[in-house]
């Protein structure tokens, strides 16, 4: 697919081109004085004297008659059209099209042939990184490429290496196929672009992990004092916490800080004083996934950067390495990649901000991965894996407490809610709208009864269940989930929520009804009904055992792909809604999963329900974050009524 077609393969020739070029190569075997003769025959000289003038009828056969002459010019001037249609401009093939359309053959000028001509030895020239995509992959690939803002094969590798495997994703109708097929074609033109794609693209996978991360990387110190005048740092050698692996002077193995006494856990070196620490958290995913990327940023820079091991840190250190978080050295920071992949960085740049060029982190962050840090340290001496904590004696950075943490503006006012509810029903009662009514059924869950998305993504249908409380007029249902600090919680389920879950549970072929009778399969109150085509996805949501199992919608959402869906539907909305005006589209297109947790919250206590019971649904630890959303009522009531009082005064 991503191979120059046939009709473009080099073909080799000697001699000099009639453009004065030296050196360049003829598709299909044609010569100089073919070129010549071609040129004559445009400019309307008759065949015969073509053949007499530039060739011998006793070394060119298709020259012993003018019949023979025309055809040959006429089958060479159809293969340069044809090559120039496939690798030219987008404006000469238009300009050829129609100019066979209306002559039944291109009639070309002297301008339009010369055109022709270096498209057509274009086609046949070896590969260079600034040649156009245009003229190596197909016209569609090359569309679509071009849609991302690469026009160059240059362009397509640096975008490779840099996007890594998962570089398809974000190119519309590029499928793993495609990509795959043009990383190969690249692949095999390296010599002549003089370009190397990187290893892990497209690499052999097992159980959805490249080959190439199999192996642990040993990570060096790296000093910039090492470095001669005027040169510029080098790419570090780095890897996450599960692939490290660190010399044996830096390990910590007979550091300075090492506790004589008994130690408590079995860890002969630092990184099995880290993984012994995290192995704490394994029941809780998201304080594990957040204290892991704390610690192999610190354990990290203390070898690479500050070549020492952990174990070894003193106070100063830590003072360093506090500086070192209001801006990361660059090369500790890229885009997010895949934990196996060698473009991982422990710093996303998405998630920096940006200051003069230079990647920081917020207030926040510095002082949360301060305090991580003196909290796993204080865990080592308590276990006597370490004498002493040196974090003790570091101050956290300094942050500016704000008044309202939260931001609850995102919550849609309640006209624009009831607007948003509407389309949404009305969208749903299309035909070939299953996506439409998942979305439906998961803002409805989190907007009428307060649940963050991850307690969406993980609500069961085993633990809905109608409510003792509830009559025959006024049924109530219930859900249980488990939220934040893992504190257990029923919230209420609306009728309005229920009739969208019917709606997504009949697009699954499943019936929701059936929860009633005790008789519903165990699984999730959402689930996807496309899964993509990737190696994750696929082992994410097999259901069974060997290769034979088939891949069932049974894992649920995670709360990452829940705010996807939502944020991609929302913007599609935003786009193809006419009832909404242009304030109302710029609320809905900021508004996310979280959102909608928010639209509850300010709804319930505007319309005087008890903030305590709004506590208990929300799930507040504190009765003081929810008098936020008070506070938040009270403010959008005075600016109502102020802006009522500025247009009585203008009349």
Request: a positive charge; hydrophobic letters at 40%; proline letters at 5%.
């Amino acid at each position: 697919m991503a191979e120059r077609r046939a009709s473009s393969e080099k073909a080799t020739a000697s001699g000099q081109a009639s453009t004065g070029v030296a050196d360049v190569a003829f598709p299909r075997g044609f010569r100089t004085k073919d070129f010549t003769a071609l040129r004559a025959y445009v400019q309307r000289i008759a065949p015969a004297i073509i053949a007499r003038t530039y060739y011998d009828p006793d070394e060119d056969p298709h020259a012993a008659t003018p019949g023979t002459m025309e055809r040959y010019l006429n089958t060479m001037l159809d293969t340069l059209v044809q090559l120039a249609l496939a690798h030219g401009s987008t404006a000469l093939a238009e300009h050829l099209r129609a100019s066979i359309k209306q002559h039944g053959q291109p009639k070309l000028t002297a301008v339009t042939f010369r055109m022709v001509t270096e498209a057509a030895q274009l086609a046949a020239a070896a590969p260079h990184p600034d040649h156009a995509i245009g003229a190596w992959l197909r016209p569609r690939i090359a569309r679509r490429l071009k849609g991302e803002g690469l026009t160059t094969l240059g362009e397509l590798v640096a975008f490779c290496n840099r996007r890594g495997p998962s570089r398809w994703r974000s190119i519309p109708r590029i499928g793993r196929g495609r990509a795959r097929a043009i990383v190969s074609w690249l692949r095999k033109q390296q010599a002549a672009l003089q370009l190397t794609v990187d290893i892990d693209i497209d690499s052999v996978e097992k159980a959805g992990v490249p080959l190439v991360a199999d192996e642990l990387v040993e990570v060096v110190p790296n000093f910039a004092s090492e470095l001669g005048e005027g040169s510029r740092p080098g790419r570090l050698t780095l890897a996450p916490l599960e692939r490290l692996a660190v010399p044996h002077a830096l390990s910590g193995a007979n550091a300075e800080n090492r506790s004589t006494a008994f130690c408590y856990i079995q860890a002969n070196h630092d990184l099995d004083a880290v993984r012994a620490y995290l192995n704490r958290f394994r029941d809780q995913p998201k304080t594990l996934r957040a204290y892991t990327k704390e610690l192999e940023r610190f354990l990290l820079w203390a070898v690479v950067l500050r070549g020492k091991a952990l174990s070894d840190l003193r106070v100063d250190d830590c003072e360093a390495y506090k500086d070192f978080l209001k801006c990361p050295d660059p090369r500790f920071v890229g885009e997010r990649f895949a934990r196996h992949s060698p473009r991982w960085r422990p710093f996303a740049s998405s998630s920096s901000a940006t200051a003069n060029g230079k990647a920081s982190l917020s207030a926040d962050s510095q002082r949360y991965a301060v305090r991580a840090l003196r909290t796993a340290f204080a865990w080592w001496v308590d276990v006597r894996y370490l004498a002493g904590n040196p974090w003790k004696a570091v101050n956290d950075p300094v942050v500016v407490n704000r008044a309202n943490a939260m931001k609850i503006e995102r919550a849609l006012p309640a006209e624009l809610w009831r607007k948003l509810r509407d389309e949404l029903d009305a969208r749903s009662a299309e035909e070939c709208a299953m996506q439409w009514r998942a979305v439906r059924a998961a803002i409805l869950l989190l907007g009428d009864s307060g649940l963050r998305r991850e307690e969406a993504a993980i609500a069961r249908c085993e633990n809905l269940r109608p409510s003792s409380y509830g009559t025959v007029e006024r049924p109530v249902w219930e859900l249980t989930v488990v939220g934040k600090g893992q504190r257990g919680r029923a919230v209420p389920v609306s009728a309005a929520t229920l009739v969208g879950l019917r709606a997504h549970w009949a697009d699954r072929r499943q019936v929701f009804d059936a929860i009633r009778r005790e008789q519903a399969p165990l699984g999730p109150l959402l689930a996807p009904l496309i899964i993509p085509w990737t190696d994750a996805s696929r082992q994410r949501h097999r259901r069974g055992e060997g290769d034979g199992a088939l891949p069932l919608a049974e894992a649920g959402y995670t709360a990452d792909g829940l705010n996807r869906l939502i944020g991609r539907m929302l913007t599609k909305l935003v786009e193809t809604c006419d009832s909404l005006d242009l304030d109302d589209r710029m609320r809905i297109g900021q508004a996310n999963a979280h959102a909608f947790r928010h639209t509850f919250a300010t709804h319930s206590v505007a319309d005087e329900v008890p903030v305590d019971v709004v506590q208990k649904v929300l799930g507040h630890a504190s009765l003081q974050t929810t008098s936020i959303y008070v506070q938040a009522e009270k403010q959008r009531v005075l600016e109502e009524v102020a802006d009522y009082y500025a247009r009585l005064s203008s009349r």
